[in-house]
């Protein structure tokens, strides 16, 4: 026989305290028990929720879809469909962890049982209110852990390219400054003429920049000026293969030809290999000084972007943050999405905090990226910013030329949870935070969408 709920149980729980007994009789006939076993689990993500609860004994855990954090309810908490709760199916997965014991009721019941018992309905309706801001809280936080996820991902792949050049450099230096000393101790010893001496001194202060070098000449140009010179100098008993390394460094002819007849070909050959290293050293520390100012300028980008050693609230330039948060954004927005930038350059500051404003254009602009890669693949991807200055205030336009918003999506777009991204890529809040923030300034954000063009309009006050 099946165990029963009884009266006396639940007028026990702090829930009924102060009910009358004949409402607790109405509730128990209603309800049945659910028993179970320590470990079993007894809902499921996407399962219809239909039922009302009380944990009489034991506990219940839940752990909601993305999120890593397990939600306790202990014998004597209300669960599942509470009193004006929209819910329709559970978000994650329920188990017992101890033998327990529940009272379940159906939700149709809950309109009769508010009327019923009004101090019962009371205390069901602020725990649904405290779950809700236990949830909210939670998925605020998977919502920018999940935004942080993406930014980190681009940024360490960014970070990634000028390091890996850095260490390549450093170690091909390392060889080249090897090589050189080893040249320098064969040259030991030799005599050099003056007038060799100044022309090989004239040759090393004159050898090209590195970067000059590249795309004045284009593959075919510069491979018959290598075959060339490889010609010239095996003419003359210089060992052809330093032709490419003399056409990098902007070594001609016209301009080795003086040496001939100055000293040995053994001793041109060192002198001639010294430059070479030399023209390759430049361009190495050149490549090590762009790869830590690279790094140095994504550190700082990040700094920005994060308001690190600044106060909360301050006078801030939106122009210079919406910038920091597109260089975060740098490694997707390259693959693919033209981006433009229309900025007004003569913006006021506005007193605000730095750091939530970043994490509306964070939004934004990860939504608009996420709409543009839902194109097909060779339709043309855009991304807007535009700013401009208004009587009372700044104005902020991104649109996107993606596929556009429902028309019945719209509407509900800034509801919390209300997301049209397939489960599991999106929180529902995003933009229920954009929104929050954006009131929080005294500002206004809306939307106009259709396919091909979505428009966020955010307005913030000068003062």
Avoid at 10 to 25: I, K, Q, R, S, V
Avoid at 139 to 157: D, M, P, Q, V, W
Avoid at 267 to 287: M, N, P, S, W, Y
Avoid at 445 to 450: L, Q, T
């Amino acid at each position: 026989m099946s165990e029963i709920v009884t009266a006396e149980e639940l007028l026990a729980l702090p829930l009924f305290e102060g009910e009358n007994p004949e409402t607790a009789h109405w509730v128990a006939a209603r309800m049945r028990m659910i028993t179970l076993a320590a470990g079993e689990q007894f809902v499921r993500a996407g399962e219809p929720a239909t039922e009302f609860m009380i944990v009489l004994t034991g506990e219940i855990h839940f752990r909601r879809d993305a999120i890593d954090e397990i939600l306790v309810a202990p014998a004597g908490q209300a669960t599942g469909i509470l009193p004006f709760s929209r819910m329709k199916t559970w978000t994650g997965r329920g188990w017992a962890a101890q033998d327990t014991r529940v009272a379940a009721m159906d939700a149709g019941c809950l309109h009769e049982l508010v009327y019923r018992a009004p101090l019962l309905a009371q205390r069901l309706v602020s725990e649904m209110t405290e779950r809700t801001r236990r949830f909210t809280r939670m998925e605020e936080g998977a919502n920018r852990l999940l935004a942080l996820g993406r930014l980190a991902a681009g940024l360490a792949h960014e970070l990634n390219n000028p390091a890996s050049a850095a260490v390549r450099s450093a170690a091909r230096l390392r060889e080249l400054l090897s090589e050189r000393r080893r040249y320098g101790l064969a040259f030991r010893g030799e005599v050099l003429s003056a007038e060799a001496r100044q022309h090989m001194e004239q040759l090393g202060e004159s050898l090209a920049d590195c970067a000059a070098t590249l795309g004045i000449l284009d593959p075919l140009e510069r491979s018959d000026r290598e075959a060339d010179l490889s010609d010239w100098l095996e003419s003359v008993d210089i060992p052809g293969d330093l032709a490419p390394a003399l056409v990098d460094a902007g070594l001609t002819i016209d301009r080795l030809r003086p040496l001939i007849g100055l000293a040995s070909t053994h001793i041109l050959t060192l002198g001639l290999r010294i430059l070479v290293a030399d023209h390759e050293i430049l361009c190495l520390t050149q490549e090590l000084d762009e790869a830590s100012r690279r790094i140095s300028d994504l550190v700082q980008a990040v700094k920005t972007y994060s308001y690190m050693d600044k106060s909360p609230v301050a006078d801030v330039d939106v122009e210079q943050g919406i910038d920091v948060t597109l260089r975060m954004f740098q490694h997707q927005l390259k693959h693919g999405i033209q981006l433009n930038r229309h900025f007004a350059g003569n913006l006021p500051k506005i007193r605000a905090n730095g750091s939530e404003l970043n994490q509306i254009w964070t939004n934004l602009i990860d939504n608009a990226i996420d709409a543009v890669e839902l194109l097909p693949k060779d339709t043309p991807r855009s991304l807007t910013v535009k700013t401009c200055a208004e009587p009372t205030g700044i104005l902020v336009e991104l649109s996107d030329n993606g596929p556009g918003i429902p028309a019945e999506a719209q509407r509900r777009i800034f509801e919390p949870f209300f997301t049209t991204k397939p489960v599991g890529e999106g929180t529902g809040l995003g933009l229920d935070i954009v929104q929050r923030i954006v009131r929080a300034h005294r500002g206004s954000i809306r939307v106009d969408s259709a396919p091909g063009r979505t428009v966020f309009q955010i307005r913030l006050p000068n003062g």
